[in-house]
């Protein structure tokens, strides 16, 4: 594969701005190259042995960070798998293959040894084959989570929509204004700002409350890593008089880059913000209040509100030396892809629940799929790590803006 030719086709068109944004962050580590090039590592997934995995629902870009604490519309905080940019039908393992390969990639920054590696990849895959054995979908919340989950979901609870508008906002009432720091948000350009607010001006007729979404600025958002130079916005709107103003997040939607090499048949679920969508709504326990497919300038885009209680585990701060708690964490990110498969089971092509159990089951046994997992996924950090060796060199050469 030509690396180099595959991440410039890719990125074409992108914001040069937040593109190179995008390739400054995956130059930093291996870890970073991976959270960056999911389409590079789906299109090598192909000569992976993925199979007897039965299929399933997979987000498709599963590693690490992709785990976070949100709110739900019941006001609670929950913690769950968080982008579905990639979602696809596809067989049970990808998901996990991709999980693993991120703890291999990650595993300098955390201070760990090959064997400690290969030890926590191990007991990934046995907490995520008794969680589906086990055949019951669970969920974690305040009142279930356990361990640095907990401690997270604790901590978040109790934040306002004030806390979240005094770092991303300044002024108030009609005159806030977002914070356009460079970090989290950049200017939008005129006709940027016309076309986004004719659109929440359409949008906002269809809603009950209409001027809950009049628009009080608009700047182009800066997150995420795969998504960087996409056209996202983020829109400060007017919001209600009990928690005041609110932010929203407008995000294209593309492609799936796992889809095509699953070997799954997908099936049809609308354009591809109704695929994230949908896919999302059946793999998470709680969905967003505020979750939903739109149209802008006949391009789909997916639109959620940003949220306090947003947050993610620093993985850095649970390693042996500075307190323990990375086992319990990676297991419980384990338990929730399985738990993600087990709720969208029987769905539009995927495994029903009892083949899952049984896939489970017979990865409970010595050896066999889990091992051959491991292995896989170690071979596979080895790809990605020489991908960005040669991806630096071409930034050092001047062919990528980093």
Known sequence: MDVIHALL??????????????????????????????????????????KPAPAAWCCGDMHLENFGSYQGPNGLAYFDIND????????????????????????????????DTRSLARAMLDAYADALAGGKAQWLDPRTADGPVGLLLERVGTRQQADLLARRSTGT????????????????????VERVCAFMAGFAARQPDDDFFDVL??????????????????????????AGACLLDLKPARPSTLAPVSGCKQPRLGNEAEREVAVQQR???????????????????????????????????????????????????????????????????????????DFGRRGRGPGKWRDRLVQASSDAAAQVREDAALFNQACDAGIFPC
């Not at 009432?173 to 006709?191: I, K, M, N, Q, S």
């Not at 608009?218 to 209600?240: C, F, I, Q």
């Not at 509100?305 to 990375?326: K, S, V, W």
């Open 283 to 357: 793999m998470q326990a709680v969905g967003l209040g505020l979750l939903q497919p739109v149209n802008m300038g006949g391009k789909p885009f997916v639109l959620r509100a940003l949220q306090p209680g947003e947050d993610r585990l620093d993985l850095g701060a649970l390693t042996p030396h500075r307190g323990g708690g990375l086992h319990h964490s990676l297991a419980t990110m384990s338990r929730l892809v399985a738990w993600a498969q087990l709720r969208s089971a029987g769905r539009q092509g995927s495994a029903t629940a009892d083949e899952l159990i």
């Open 84 to 115: 579905f940019d990639e979602s696809a039908l596809a067989p049970a393992s990808c998901d996990l293959l991709h999980l693993l390969t991120s703890l291999w990639l990650a595993a300098d920054e955390l201070a760990l040894g090959k064997d």
């Open 9 to 50: 086709s890719f990125n074409a068109g992108r914001d040069p701005e937040r593109l190179r944004l995008k390739f400054t962050k995956m130059r930093k580590s291996p870890f970073l190259f991976l959270r960056g090039s999911a389409h590079l590592f789906h299109a090598r997934m192909q000569r992976v042995p993925l």
């Open 217 to 242: 600025d608009v700047a182009r958002r800066v997150a995420g890593t795969g998504s960087l130079g996409l056209d996202r916005y983020v829109v400060l709107v007017r919001g209600d008089a009990v």
């Open 173 to 192: 009432g009609r005159r806030r204004r977002l914070r356009v720091d460079g970090r989290h948000a950049l200017p939008a350009g005129e006709a940027q």
